[in-house]
């Protein structure tokens, strides 16, 4: 796999900002900045290759929409997916949740793209809306693809927060988890592990997009770098940052800027979110 280079993740963070900035200061569910992150993460993905769809649906009185990206190689019966939702909240531009996890899988798309990927299964990517009203647009695609499409589904992996300026390093738990895949987690495990980190795993039940995939019976995984929980003095002296603060003190607010992300952390996901691609695609 390739090593992302966090620079390109980045850049894609200042546009989500950009975006942000010139519509009102989010990229929330039925406003503008929301749109516009679909059209631009999808003028990426076009230029490189990808066959892209945008889907929409209608919630809470305004149109919402999920982009799909397939890397025309592999298998079409074999299919990994790996998403994460593009909209903030009302409250500011959303850039740790979740311009972080878009950023990182539209960079390890383009690197797909870059390397002229030649996988056995076929790789498709997500971002999805309106997450933040309730996981409106994820469970809407997982709903509506035939039954057919979605046993073709083999691996859904998500990335919700991956650069929480405090972060820790959580890794989806399979159990207790419905479709917790013990394969992905271990993948996701040693990714990190390949890079010298360690990680805990997190119950993260129903609280990001993994949940429409694993009601359906997709085997999930994914990342997590942390929210409002508070970081304990075991995970500072193992991980750094501050005991006795939250993972994201900026989580749901306006703060949530550029300034809210860790370099590291960032970093360290988008090279274990490629890792376990490749890993998961052959
Ligand atoms: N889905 C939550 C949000 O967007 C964040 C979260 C992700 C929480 C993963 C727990 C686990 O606000
Ligand atoms: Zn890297
Ligand atoms: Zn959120
Ligand atoms: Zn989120």
Redesign the pocket.
Known sequence: AP????ANVRAHLNQFQSIATANGGNRAHGRPGYLASVNWVKSKLDAAGYRTAVQSFSYGGATGYNLTAEWPVGDANNVVMVGGHLDSVTAGPGINDNGTGSASILEVALQVAATNFQPTKRIRFGWWGAEERGLIGSTYYVNQLPSADRSKIKAYLNFDMTGSPNPGYFVYSASGQPSGSAALQQRLQAGFTSFGVQTELTSVGGRSDHAAFARAGIPIGGTFTGAEGIKTSAQAQKWGGTAGQAYDRCYHRSCDTTSNVNATAL??N??VI?YALWATAV
Do not use: H, T
Not at 3 to 6: A, D, G, L, Q, T
């Open positions: 090593n992302i280079n966090v970093d360290r988008a090279d490629a």
